[in-house]
């Protein structure tokens, strides 16, 4: 089998867009948010609400970004600057 893995350089790399998905809320009384977060900076990019968890797959997924779900702790440790380890 033919490996078609391409290596990129440090250029293209920042060209590389990354996030999660921060989950909090009230399930009980449907106050769910869904927050895409940058994986550079831990800043919110865009707010999904209740049951719109499929609205913040696809935002991430259209803007090239993982739709990995976070927890506070992990986005805690973004903010601070360290690197979230699955």
């Known amino acids: 089998m033919k490996n078609t893995m ?3 350089n440090l250029n293209e790399m920042e060209k590389v867009n990354g996030g ?3 989950r909090y809320g009230d399930y009980d009384h449907n ?4 927050e895409v977060i940058n994986d550079k900076t831990g800043d919110v990019m865009e707010t999904f609400y209740y049951d719109d ?3 913040a797959f696809d935002y991430a997924d259209s803007h090239g970004m993982c739709c990995w779900l ?3 702790d992990e986005l805690a440790q973004l903010r601070a600057g360290k690197k979230i380890e699955f």
């Open 53 to 55: 968890i499929d609205g």
């Open 31 to 34: 106050c769910v948010v869904y």
């Open 20 to 22: 999660y998905i921060f």
């Open 70 to 72: 976070i927890t506070w």
């Open 6 to 8: 391409k290596e990129i």
